[in-house]
């Protein structure tokens, strides 16, 4: 079977959870020995320069001019089309959400769904009917023949929302074994961790931890107002949270407010060496997001035998299973209450230790490959 990859996600990202994800799966297609083609003529992805580059039609470039990022994927995308269309894959999958076809009705399409966030205005921004039906999204979602979505949730509310048929879709959850796999190349190298400056020695109190963005509905303020209400937390334990951003100024204005100290809430940033150590040392992992299409890093903590505190909506139960204490992320007496059955049991410590390691076994990129690669195959039978 040949399979085409489209342009869009690594154009669109230097780094980022959509490209990683194309990345994962491509590395697991080609280890299963199917024929697979990355067309992105120029492209500035980070995560696409670890793929078997003889698989990749282009070439890595630092970054676009400044403020072309558009402009760029939109002329690569041109010069890819005419790469794949003369290739004549028997499936394309599109990486992102195109208001145009890559390649053409020849051979069919397939597109993957992450989330609703913007539909269900999470992110503020408020969405009228008329925009949804002439977004790039829902043109992508409609022309589509086959639609992959990373959870249950995902798919439910893509059916409700699009009025998109549920025949036309299908679950594939991701993998969460790519940090399990850095982990173990941390372990065999001779190298050490290149831990931050930043990150909590051994010396150091016990700690919380967060990782990702932080804004809107990741609920990190709800989450910093939990450990400042919470005397035993905020004495017991430091707060710290992982990503790529530092604290801005509002999060810096509520730590204030909440009278803690920036040696209680500390932002860390680094590779995934450092986010291997930070998992592995922590006395919980905390996830207060009130909406996830899937959501990563619970399976990645539980990859590092750290337990797991997590909020009770969309995605999150489908995913972790019986393998976290569950709060409701509108309520912060109950994040408390949560935490603190935690932190403060060992024997509640070590049973979420062991039933994490248990969940994060069934989410593997070999798994999620051979699924896709079952979505591939349906779907070029049905347009043969």
């Known amino acids: 079977m ?32 199917e024929e697979l083609r990355i067309f992105a003529p120029l492209y500035r992805n980070i995560y696409l320069r670890k793929v078997q580059q003889s698989k990749v039609e ?52 397939v597109l993957s769904v992450f989330d609703m966030i913007g539909e269900l205005n999470l992110m503020g921004n408020a969405h009228q ?17 086959h639609i992959i979505c990373i959870s249950k949730s995902t798919q439910r509310d893509l059916v409700e929302l699009y009025d ?10 991701l993998g969460g074994d790519a940090l399990h796999s850095n982990a173990t190349d941390c372990l065999t190298s001779n190298a050490p961790l290149s831990i931050d400056l930043h990150t909590p020695n051994r010396n150091e109190k016990p700690y919380l931890l967060y990782v990702g963005l932080r804004e809107g509905y990741k609920n990190f303020v709800a989450l910093l107002g939990a450990y400042a209400k919470s005397t035993r937390l905020s004495t017991d334990f430091d707060l710290v949270s992982f990503g790529a951003e530092p604290f801005n100024a509002h ?14 809430v500390r932002h860390v940033h680094g590779a995934d060496d450092v986010l291997i150590d930070l998992y592995r040392h922590a006395s ?10 899937f959501g990563l890093p619970p399976l990645e903590a539980m990859g590092q035998s750290c337990p ?77």
């Not at 028997?90 to 051979?107: A, I």
């Not at 999060?251 to 209680?264: K, M, Y």
């Open 2 to 33: 040949r399979i085409a990859f489209d342009h869009q996600a690594f154009c669109l990202q230097r780094t980022g959870g959509i490209s990683r994800y194309f990345c994962e799966l491509a590395n697991a297609i080609l280890l299963a020995h």
């Open 164 to 173: 998109v048929p549920a025949s036309k879709t299908s679950v594939i959850y």
């Open 284 to 293: 919980a992992f905390v996830y207060p997001s009130k909406y996830e299409g």
């Open 129 to 145: 009917v008329g925009d949804k039906k002439n977004s790039p999204k829902y043109r992508a979602v409609k022309r589509a023949d």
């Open 308 to 384: 797991v505190v997590s909020s009770n909506t969309s995605s999150m139960p489908e995913v972790i299973g019986d393998a976290a204490e569950y709060f409701d992320p509108n309520n912060i007496d109950d994040m408390i209450y949560a935490m603190e059955q935690v932190v403060y049991s060992p024997s509640r410590t070590r049973d979420l230790i062991d039933r994490g390691r248990v969940r994060a076994k069934i989410f593997t990129w070999n798994r999620c490959a051979a699924e896709t690669l079952l979505s591939y195959r349906a779907v070029s039978s049905r347009a043969g």
């Open 58 to 109: 282009g070439f890595w470039i630092k970054d676009y001019p400044p403020y072309t990022a558009g402009l760029c994927t939109n002329l690569v995308g041109a010069w890819a089309n005419s790469k794949i269309k003369h290739w004549r894959p028997d499936v394309l999958h599109e990486t992102y959400y195109s208001p145009t076809m890559s390649g053409n009705k020849k051979f069919p399409v």
């Open 251 to 264: 999060e810096q204005a509520e730590i204030t407010r909440l009278g803690l100290s920036q040696d209680q």
